[in-house]
């Protein structure tokens, strides 16, 4: 997701010159429930709630889940790459940009179920499952639409090149890039996306390592 920030920055540049765990009951749905909490919570695109269930370490650079804090705070990097706040943006490429990374959240996980829960000890085991990605995580990492963006980009110019020397004369850079990100946003954020889901679908056994804490179960690993 950094990447395609980076491209972001580049390209507009160039216009300028819980359940937690579960109390008593049968132990090993107490251990599936952070784990269906979790990818029930992706699936919904409901970053918020995914957090409750796993270990907040895992969100944290470095982290098995970081990825996700990138794409949740995509605005605010986007804008301060632009030497821009969030404040700075336009409602409209707010609602785009939010619109994305809801689009992203629901696409990342099409169906999952859970197949089978080891316990090793009274506080730790692990649950498999099985998790079909709507696209090809490995394969949306290696996408590169830079010299498409470009071409936009540069079509824009041509198109607008008056009005855009205009807002630059009176209000500087920082006008320049807001009215850029307003008109082009969408169109970039559209580009990408469309790429990631064309990268196809995916079905990965993937095991997720739990801990029971204060008598709730977490996710504290995974192989997402």
Excluded: H
């Amino acid at each position: 997701m950094k990447k395609l920030i980076c491209m972001l920055v580049t390209l507009a540049m160039l216009v300028v010159f819980p359940l937690t765990g579960c109390g008593g009951g049968d132990e090993t749905e107490a251990m599936k429930a952070p784990v269906d909490g979790f990818l029930s919570s992706m699936q919904s695109g409901d970053f918020e709630t995914m957090k409750t269930y796993a270990d907040p370490s895992l969100f944290e650079e470095g982290g098995s889940l970081a990825e996700f804090n990138t794409l949740q705070n995509i605005d605010e990097e986007l804008a301060s790459s632009l030497g821009l706040s969030t404040s700075d943006l336009s409602d409209k490429t707010k609602e785009e940009v939010d619109g994305y990374i809801k689009d992203m959240m629901s696409k990342m996980i099409k169906s999952y179920e859970i197949n089978d829960v080891a316990k090793e000890s009274d506080t730790a085991g692990t649950v498999s499952t099985k998790v079909t990605f709507g696209f090809d995580p490995e394969a949306a990492s290696d996408i590169d639409v830079n010299s498409e963006m470009e071409s936009i980009v540069q079509d824009y110019m041509q198109e607008n090149m008056t009005e855009l020397t205009e807002i630059y004369q009176s209000g500087g850079q920082k006008a320049l890039m807001v009215k850029v990100l307003d008109d082009l946003c969408g169109d970039l954020l559209k580009l990408y996306t469309d790429k990631v889901t064309a990268t196809g679908e995916v079905t990965e056994d993937v095991t997720f390592n739990v801990e029971k804490r204060d008598g709730n179960w977490i996710i504290v690993s995974d192989t997402l």
